[in-house]
């Protein structure tokens, strides 16, 4: 049987909808397409239908209309499961539970051999980097220990596909970044994953691909550049640009606005003004220092995708990615142990 | 070599593969639960009152052997003041483990689905039977072992006293168990789809009402009305835990069973007895099978958010 392996999508919605009792639509034709070893984003408002599309596809809710197949099996489906990685926003489990134990149980409902679960098990304790606190009960972890343990058990059955839902809610920015490095490496190792995040300028670093949902619907869907608005805005930085050469930027713009000693935002038709520009600069006689098209952000494509007033903030930079909980700089060039296995995830 | 060959091929069917698989889910959901149960509120409680319950008995115990006139009545007692003692023990024990299977047990899946930790389970490659059967397992082993322990124990403590080994115990005690199992299956059915709290309230009232139906039976039997009588006696079999209790009152004591209301509901007089029937713990064994099936099917129709 194939789970995802043959290029077949490894999640495939259609009109799938929800109506839950009362009449709260919750997902209203709803289609989503990932492909194997995709990252993709999955975004909207609080209320939009995430978390019920999330728990459609695990089979914990019911669709009452539509379709919608998971490791190209009906969503919910026993087999489909088998290959399923699956993070809630709020992971909870018993308090005296150890990570071993909760990994041993969950490695139960696996079916896994007990050999294997601890082996396993010891593993991603090691890439979440909790070796040292695996012999406390998990009532005595802070919040974002508890989503490494969640992770942890997402990751426990080798996953062909992986849903998250927030991995990095609870987390500081070093384990932020660890969770996206981990993401990155899970995509090396031709893992999908749907990745329900409200940090955009994590989901615009690592995905490969954005749905976008609001009110049940996916209203936007594609790679990041067909997602966010092309560049019609260029911020120019040159040192002796004299009149001649202003002028030949303003034949090249629609409007050409100083914005400071040397600087100036130039508004143009289509990103393939940017290298006349630089063209018009340097022709001058000026030394140029800086032309930056400022592109839209995934942050305001979503608000303006979702009706939502933009409040000019910026998302937030671009973090370089760091090294992974508990793997050495060895371990992190191979990625973790049990990845390198020739056994393939799933 | 044939033989071998065949138990080869039937271990290595899908159907046995898959059953094995089926049984390593079911015993991780019960044990799971069982821990959870063994670390629960609840079950401090009930050892609470057992403790204080097992220091009344002693008392109890004491006071009877230093009364005047203890020793001629023993005597003329024999086995028959053994056998009081241990219904009263045993009958304490009963409702104790009962009542302990009960609590453990109302919010073992509703507290998972208010909680959210049932997504993580319900993601897992488990089919929805198997988290009932499971968390039934788990709970009615706890109440159960909780009640064997201390049903024996007292027995013994009897046995050892008094020099009268009472031998129906082990079967007074099966019977008290499957009463206990029963009552923790209607709550973990009652979990699948009430909240916990609306789940407790709901299977207090039904066991009180259910197994109080004497009281009908006695008004019926004084303003003679065979439809009162009827409706008290029939009624109890919506949950058969009062009837079981008589039957296991009935092998206790035998006809003595009458003077404490034993196979006729809590009420002395033959003439306002409610009637006993033997095959009633054959009734309540389906009656365990018909709530699992009704919880198994609830659940498996339910959305879990």
């Known amino acids: 049987m194939s789970l995802g392996g043959d290029g077949a999508p490894v999640i495939e919605a259609r009109a799938l909808t929800k109506v839950y009792r009362g009449g709260v639509r919750a997902l209203d034709g709803l289609d989503l397409l990932v492909r194997p070893g995709e990252l993709v984003g999955f975004l909207g408002p609080n209320g939009a239908g995430k978390t019920t599309t999330v728990q459609l596809l695990i089979g914990a809710v019911r669709p009452t209309g539509g379709s919608a197949t998971v490791l190209g099996r009906p969503a919910g489906d026993r087999l489909a499961r088998r290959g399923l990685g699956y993070l809630p926003e709020q992971f909870q489990f018993p308090g005296f539970l150890t990570p071993p134990g909760l990994l041993d149980f969950h490695g139960r409902l696996l079916g896994l051999p007990r050999d294997e679960r601890r082996r396993r098990a010891a593993e991603l ?36 596909l992986l849903l998250l839902d927030e991995p990095t809610s609870g987390l500081d920015p070093i384990g932020t970044r660890n969770v996206r490095d981990l993401l990155l490496w899970l995509k090396s190792q031709g893992v999908a994953v749907l990745l329900n995040s409200h940090l955009l300028s994590e ?5 490969d691909r954005v749905a976008i949902i609001d009110r049940g619907r996916v209203v936007a869907e594609g790679r990041l550049g067909e997602i966010v608005r092309p560049s019609t805005s260029v911020r120019i930085r040159a040192a002796d640009l004299d009149e001649a050469g202003l002028a030949a930027l303003r034949a090249l713009s629609s409007e050409l606005v100083a914005e400071g000693e040397g600087q100036w935002r130039a508004e143009v038709d289509s990103p393939e003004a940017v290298p006349r520009i630089a063209a018009a600069v340097v022709g001058a006689g000026a030394r140029l220092e800086a032309l930056v098209p400022a592109h839209e952000t995934l942050e305001q494509a979503f608000l303006r995708l979702v009706g939502a007033a933009p409040d000019g903030a910026a998302a937030a930079g671009q ?16 990625g973790p142990a049990w990845g390198r296995s020739s056994e393939p995830p799933a | 070599m044939t033989t071998r060959s065949t138990a080869g091929t039937v271990l290595g069917s899908p159907l046995w593969l898959a059953t094995r698989e089926s049984a390593g889910r079911l015993a991780a959901i019960a044990s799971l639960s069982a821990r959870e149960a063994f670390r629960s509120r609840s079950l401090v409680v009930a050892l609470v009152l ?8 002693a008392l109890i115990g004491y006071a009877i052997a230093n009364a005047p006139g203890a020793q001629e009545a023993a005597d003329l007692l024999g086995e028959t003041g053994a056998r009081f003692f241990l219904w009263f023990a045993l009958g304490g024990a009963s409702a104790l ?45 706890i109440a159960v072992a909780y ?30 168990s499957l009463n206990v199992v029963v009552m923790v299956a209607v709550a973990v059915a009652g979990s699948t789809r009430l909240s916990t709290v609306a789940n407790a309230i709901t299977v207090i009232v039904l066991y009180l009402a259910l197994t109080n139906t004497a009281i009908l039976q006695l008004i019926g039997a004084i303003v003679d009305n065979e439809g009162l009588r009827l409706l008290a006696d029939w009624s109890r079999y919506l949950l058969p835990v ?64």
Do not use: H
């Open chain 1, 203 to 207: 989901v615009e670093l690592v995905c």
């Open chain 1, 125 to 160: 304790i090691r890439i979440v980097g909790l070796e040292a606190a695996a012999d406390r009960p998990l009532k005595s972890y802070s919040k974002g220990m508890l989503q490494r343990v969640g992770l942890a058990q997402a990751l426990l059955g080798r996953p062909a």
């Open chain 2, 147 to 176: 009640l064997l322990v201390e049903g024996l124990a007292i027995a013994a403590a009897v046995g050892l006293l008094s020099g009268i080994w009472v031998t129906v115990v082990p079967l007074v005690l099966l019977l008290l």
């Open chain 1, 319 to 334: 973090a370089t990615p760091g090294p992974r909980w508990g793997i050495d700089a060895e371990a992190r060039r191979a």
């Open chain 2, 50 to 57: 057992n403790l204080l319950y097992l220091g009344l008995l």
């Open chain 2, 97 to 141: 483990a009962l009542f302990t299977g009960v609590f453990t047990s109302v919010g073992s899946i509703a507290t998972e689905i208010e909680r959210g930790t049932i997504l993580a389970v319900v993601a897992r490659p488990i089919a929805r039977w198997e988290i009932v059967i499971g968390k039934f397992l788990g709970n009615a082993l």
């Open chain 2, 242 to 305: 009062g009837p079981v209790s008589d039957l296991a009152t009935e092998i206790l004591l035998g006809p003595a069973a009458a003077m404490v209301g034993g196979g006729g509901g809590g009420v002395p007089g033959r003439e306002v007895l409610l009637p006993m029937r033997e095959w009633v713990w054959l009734y309540e064994l389906g009656y365990l099978g018909l709530v699992i099936a009704l919880g198994v099917w609830s659940f498996s129709r339910r959305d879990l958010r």
